[in-house]
């Protein structure tokens, strides 16, 4: 680091105690020239830190998800959305788990309907019947239901995929 850099990153760092892997982090922004500021904040652990830093590396509008209420799994998710130019809107909210997060990111990247199970009463396995539904052109709706267990839900469409 250089003294610009030195300078930088003690002014980061100055006003709270972080760890030692939150510290790298820091460095590793000060060093590429990122707004550091985004996640030089006690709130986040290093792992979060590191997606946040990940995303301005890449240029990405990290306001989207650079909030301690997200974790790093969940940040994650919201990134590869942002990467994949998908509107992450739809699952940018910290009541859906990374599984679920995923799950409806998997289905805007193939241009599902995810309305139909993008509500955080449905589980990932459910979610994953319903898309696989989709995908093969199938009426989910007669299995689009969060009381029925995933394993039914797969009964169902297959017993549907069955009948075409």
């Not at 996640?39 to 590191?50: R, S, T, V």
């Not at 790093?72 to 998710?77: G, K, L, N, T």
């Not at 509500?119 to 709706?141: A, F």
Request: negative net charge.
């Amino acid at each position: 680091m250089d003294a610009v850099q030195m300078k930088a990153y003690y002014g980061a760092i100055s006003n709270y105690y972080f760890k030692i892997e939150q510290k790298e982090v820091i460095k590793a922004g000060v060093i590429s020239g990122l707004d550091v500021s985004w996640y030089a904040n006690p709130k986040f652990d290093w792992l979060q830190m590191d997606q946040i830093y990940n995303g301005l590396d890449k240029s990405l509008d990290v306001s989207i998800y650079a909030k301690p209420e997200f974790d790093f799994r969940q940040m994650r998710e919201i990134k590869e959305g942002l990467i994949d130019n998908i509107d992450v809107s739809i699952y940018a909210k910290p009541e859906y788990d990374c599984e679920q997060m995923h799950m409806i990111r998997y289905g805007l990247e193939r241009n599902l309907d995810v309305s139909i199970y993008s509500t955080i009463e449905y589980k990932k396995e459910q979610m994953v019947q319903i898309s696989l539904g989709l995908e093969s052109n199938i009426d989910v709706l007669t299995y689009a239901n969060p009381n029925i267990e995933w394993e039914e839900m797969e009964r169902i469409k297959l017993e549907l995929e069955g009948n075409r």
